[in-house]
């Protein structure tokens, strides 16, 4: 039953990005949007995992501001996950301080073995020093991914018993104040496609 849930999931954020790809979604037309609009936002979970200053932290709770981005990754991520935050990163540069204090931005580590908080926290201080970090027990971190369509344990198992989620579940997800996921861009959205999107986002009604 599981399996059948992540299939039509996949399918459906399949379709949507195709869909918005057909209706010409790049970031260079005026008023277009290049992420993909959930019609049924996910939940985010309760469930706490433990910040980089140890405190505990849920996607759910502690995500009070109008928007939480929220990316899946590991430290030792070779290619997409640090292209990601780069590109996060850069675009908050594009924003104006009165959006740009509307977002935060949330690692959650996948390979917790390694990603403790000080590691944690000093990648993260390379891309931007208010990202925040989140580890903890890896049961802990599938359960926290499940209900965002984030399957970490399909992903390549690492030495260290984490996984690499390649290009299987390299997106990153936008949490409003509700505590929903309304969107999702894929990991080729580059840094002015996410300012296009996010500036739509905090000035729209």
């Given amino acids: 039953m599981r399996e059948l849930h992540r299939a039509l999931v996949a399918l459906t954020v399949g379709l949507l990005a195709l869909a918005l790809a057909a209706c010409g979604g790049g970031s260079d037309e005026e008023g277009a949007f290049t992420g993909t609009r959930l019609k049924n936002p996910y939940q985010a979970p309760d469930t706490a995992l433990t910040d980089t200053a140890g405190r505990p932290f849920s996607l759910?709770?502690?995500t009070d501001k109008p928007l939480?981005?929220?990316?899946?990754?590991?430290?030792?991520?070779?290619?997409?996950?640090?292209?990601?935050?780069?590109?996060?990163?850069?675009?908050?540069?594009?924003?104006?301080?009165?959006?740009?204090?509307?977002?935060?931005?949330?690692?959650?580590?996948?390979?917790?073995?390694?990603?403790?908080?000080?590691?944690?926290?000093?990648?993260l201080d390379r891309f931007n020093k208010d990202f925040i970090?989140?580890?903890?027990?890896?049961?802990?971190?599938?359960?926290?991914?499940?209900?965002l369509a984030v399957y970490?344990?399909?992903g390549k198992k690492l030495p260290t018993g984490g996984y690499d989620l390649g290009g299987h579940s390299t997106f990153t997800l936008a949490i409003d104040e509700d505590d929903e996921a309304v969107v999702l861009w894929n990991q080729e959205t580059s840094a002015a496609e996410f300012a296009a999107d996010l500036h739509t986002l905090l000035t729209e009604d």
């Fill in 60 to 62: 759910a709770a502690d």
């Fill in 68 to 123: 939480t981005l929220v990316f899946f990754g590991y430290t030792n991520c070779p290619d997409f996950c640090p292209m990601v935050l780069n590109n996060i990163a850069a675009s908050l540069n594009r924003l104006d301080d009165g959006e740009r204090e509307q977002v935060d931005v949330v690692l959650v580590t996948t390979d917790p073995a390694r990603d403790d908080e000080k590691a944690l926290r000093t990648y």
């Fill in 152 to 154: 970490v344990n399909d």
């Fill in 133 to 147: 970090g989140l580890t903890g027990d890896l049961g802990t971190i599938i359960d926290v991914g499940e209900p």
